[in-house]
């Protein structure tokens, strides 16, 4: 089963050496899942200040600046990863760099029939 495993952090919390740590140790993740095969993807995001939200009311599209909400913590990166299960994907999820600072949210991924 695929897990998506979203990792929410205050995106001011890391310097920027820190910040390259992070990634360094988030690409050695990534390699040791991908010999796994349970690697599908991972990437951190743009900070939310390059955000855009979108919402479609009354058939009209109304497109703001910023993340949909405000919070403590914000969405900075995400692995999708192939797991037998939710302890092994919460294994996974403890492994990300950014756990030690923020929260990784482990969601299992709905796979809909006839998506490319």
Same mark, same amino acid.
């Given at each position: 089963?695929?897990?998506?495993?979203?990792?929410?952090?205050?995106?001011?919390?890391?310097?920027?050496?820190? =910040?390259? *740590?992070?990634?360094?140790?988030?690409?050695?993740? $990534?390699?040791? %899942?991908?010999?796994?095969?349970?690697?599908?993807?991972?990437?951190?995001?743009?900070?939310?200040?390059?955000?855009?939200?979108?919402?479609?009311?009354?058939?009209?599209?109304?497109?703001?600046?910023?993340?949909?909400?405000?919070? =403590?913590? *914000?969405?900075?990166?995400?692995?999708?990863?192939? $797991?037998?299960? %939710?302890?092994?994907?919460?294994?996974?999820?403890?492994?990300?760099?950014?756990a030690l600072k923020g929260t990784v949210e482990v969601r299992p991924v709905i796979e809909i029939p006839g998506l490319p």
């Amino acid at each position: 089963m695929k897990y998506m495993l979203l990792i929410y952090f205050d995106e001011q919390a890391l310097s920027e050496t820190e =910040r390259t *740590q992070c990634y360094m140790d988030s690409a050695q993740l $990534a390699h040791e %899942l991908n010999s796994n095969g349970q690697y599908i993807s991972a990437n951190p995001l743009q900070p939310t200040s390059m955000a855009t939200s979108v919402r479609v009311r009354n058939s009209k599209r109304l497109v703001t600046d910023g993340p949909f909400a405000e919070t =403590r913590e *914000q969405l900075g990166g995400y692995f999708l990863v192939e $797991a037998e299960n %939710l302890d092994e994907a919460i294994g996974m999820a403890a492994r990300i760099p950014m756990a030690l600072k923020g929260t990784v949210e482990v969601r299992p991924v709905i796979e809909i029939p006839g998506l490319p």
